[in-house]
């Protein structure tokens, strides 16, 4: 985004050319204008090298290695796999009793939670508290982040229970928070079910809300049941009004955080002494005690599930990072301490790998558990050990309390969880920003509620990458002026008081230049021209400046588009000007020979100068 003045660097450039202005005797003698400089050819293995190492090492890891003795970095190479040895040195009762209060805190909103994630996903809901125990003592050990608390999450749950059938490997913000939204609603509906008491088993098992709300209608009359219908919306109210109490103030954060557990252990009370399971309620009856068996005899590498295992996997892993990384940092920010993404991306994917062999199923980092874990004190991810611990206790002993917990409580405490999804101020200003990203956004909102969870987010991304291809076809280009009273040239669009130079065409393209925009930005700059040369002007256009700084990059279909546009503009009788190419684009244009074409004194190192160059040899029209 342009800045409302220039920047420092154009600031010291100004300066410099005000003083050039002066007379030379006042210095003694005439200043010497700077030439774009060639950078040094650099050998093919090395440009390799480098170029695989900022694409996937940009933050370079190795950086805390360099110069030190072996014995150190054996340490340091040991502390970046297990984080926990770096901060433990540190760790003191202090902190225990803040990690203390909040794993307990947390504990209390995940239990509940956990076990109605498990039935989201289909699967029994001992699962959903395994996943709770073991990839939060595995991400204590080794991620890198104070704050996130771990365990199973409702968007990741949803996928597991849809079976997606596609790849997935890249989302925009905009995508996410329509993709988010719409699984929220379908999350939602899907809940439908147990919260009216619905036990029909032809109830559908699509997630688009017209076969939900079609199943839900058509089992009015014989399907619904009063008593589930009251408990679960008597208890949908009170987890509502304790997440609002705790939204408006902070001080009562624990009171949406607590009101679970509350709702899990009164409802159980409720259907117990009342025997409401006989009226109709569901309950959830057998919960497996004990604590993750293993499973890795069900881990297969071939047969018929080993494609849908594969694709599930790819989605949900990558959802499960986005969504770490972005809770990570948004509480590493407030905190102000860094994060480290390659220790993120290690424990993520150990503590998942050891939850496979363990019957977890997919889990990372909870928005809602992490900012009660955070407003709670948590100091360090001691957090998430007291809370294994206490869903540890929990599979060990407490399991047959939950026999008369109603379904109806779970989908409630389900609702209220995902209702925080619907993010519409973010959409709002999704609108405000960028009208191509809203349409993403409410492709991906439509798609998932109304069509599926995969066809949602495969309308998501192909707006994105459509987005994207127009960006990279059709890049920005514009027509400069020259700011009063400086030598700073910028698009006159955005600055109506930048003059144009009598004689001179100054355009700037804002983008690498590719084998799929090459031609269009040539035609673009002739259009350009032509434009200019309509208007009612005293003097023709005589030379055309290119300003480069923003053209990042160029190929050889880019060097053949400017090859002809360089001979398109002889033929009108136009010289071509070049201003400020990069290291990158300047060796291309030097060693395809087309810095001699046009001339390699017309290769400036600012717009300012190459001004300077072509003013004194415009001719006026007679």
């Keep these: 985004m342009s800045s409302m003045g220039p920047p420092a660097d154009e600031n010291i450039e100004t300066k410099k050319v005000d003083l050039r202005s002066m007379p030379s005797s006042s210095f003694g003698q005439a200043p010497q204008a700077h030439k774009v400089a060639i950078p040094p050819r650099q050998n093919l293995f090395k440009e390799f090298q480098d170029t695989i190492k900022e694409t996937f090492f940009s933050d370079d890891p190795l950086r805390p290695f ?14 970046a796999i297990f984080p926990i040895l770096s901060w433990g040195r540190s760790y003191n009762l202090k902190k225990f ?15 509940p939670q956990d076990i109605g994630y498990a039935k989201l996903a289909h699967l029994a809901p001992q699962y959903g508290l395994y996943s709770s125990f073991v990839p939060p003592l595995i991400y204590a050990v080794m991620g890198s982040s104070r704050d996130i608390a771990i365990g199973p999450v409702a968007v990741v749950s949803l996928l597991l229970g849809t079976l997606l059938r596609f790849l997935i490997d890249f989302l925009s913000h905009a995508a996410i928070v329509g993709f988010m939204g719409g699984a929220a609603i379908t999350i939602a509906l899907q809940q439908l079910k147990g919260f009216l008491g619905i036990k029909t088993k032809q109830f559908t098992t699509n997630t688009d809300i017209v076969h939900v709300m079609h199943s839900v209608f058509n089992t009015a009359h014989h399907g619904w049941n009063w008593q589930t219908i009251v408990m679960g919306a008597s208890f949908l109210g009170f987890l ?28 159980t009370f409720i259907v117990f002494i009342t025997r409401a399971d006989k009226q109709g309620v569901e309950i959830v009856r057998k919960i497996k005690r004990g604590i993750n068996p293993s499973s890795v005899k069900d ?68 928005f809602s558990r992490s ?25 060990k002993f407490i399991t047959p309390l939950f026999y008369y917990t109603p379904n109806a409580i779970l989908s409630a405490i389900i609702i209220s969880a995902v209702i925080s999804l619907v993010d519409y101020e973010a ?37 994105s990458y459509a987005k994207i291809l127009l960006q990279v076809t059709r890049p920005r280009t514009a027509i400069l002026g020259k700011i009063p009273r400086t030598t700073v040239y910028r698009n006159i669009q955005q600055y109506p008081e930048a003059s144009k130079i009598p004689g001179v065409l100054i355009v700037r393209v804002d983008s690498a230049i590719y084998f799929s925009n090459s031609n269009y930005v040539k035609e673009r700059i002739l259009r350009w021209l032509m434009d200019e040369e ?27 588009a400017f090859e002809e546009l360089h001979r398109s503009l002889e033929k009108k009788g136009v010289e071509l000007v070049l201003a400020n190419p990069g290291p990158a684009v300047t060796d291309k244009l030097y060693a395809s020979s087309f810095a001699n074409t046009i001339g390699e004194d017309k290769i400036f190192l600012t717009v300012a100068q190459a001004v300077a160059y072509c003013s004194p040899k415009v001719v006026e029209d007679p």
């Design 97 to 111: 009793r803040g990690d203390l209060i909040s794993g307990l805190t947390i504990a209390s909103l995940c239990i």
């Design 240 to 267: 509502l009004v304790a997440k609002y109490i705790g939204k408006k103030n902070t001080k009562f954060f624990w009171v949406p955080a607590i009101a679970p557990l509350i709702s899990v252990i009164l409802s």
């Design 299 to 366: 881990i297969y590498f071939t047969g018929e599930y080993l494609g849908k295992g594969f694709k599930i996997g790819i989605v949900a892993g990558m959802i499960a990072l986005t969504e770490a990384t972005a809770i990570g940092r948004t509480f590493a920010s407030m905190k102000d301490y860094q994060l480290d993404g390659n220790r993120e991306m290690m424990a993520l994917g150990t503590m998942n790998v050891v939850g496979s062999m363990t019957s977890c199923y997919v889990a990372t980092g909870s």
């Design 534 to 560: 309509k208007g009612d002007y005293r003097t023709k256009i005589q030379f055309l400046i290119v300003e480069m700084s923003p053209v990042t990059d160029i190929d050889t279909s880019g060097i053949q």
């Design 66 to 79: 360099k110069d030190q003795p072996r014995s150190r970095k054996i340490r340091l190479g040991i502390e």
């Design 371 to 395: 900012a009660v874990n955070y407003m709670a004190g948590c100091q360090t991810a001691v957090s998430n050990i007291v809370m294994s611990v206490v869903v540890f206790l929990t599979l």
């Design 427 to 463: 959409a709002i200003l999704i609108w405000k920003i960028d009208k191509f990203d809203f349409v993403a956004c409410m492709g991906a909102f439509f798609g998932v509620a109304f069509v599926s969870v995969e066809k949602g987010l495969l309308i998501a991304v192909s707006i």
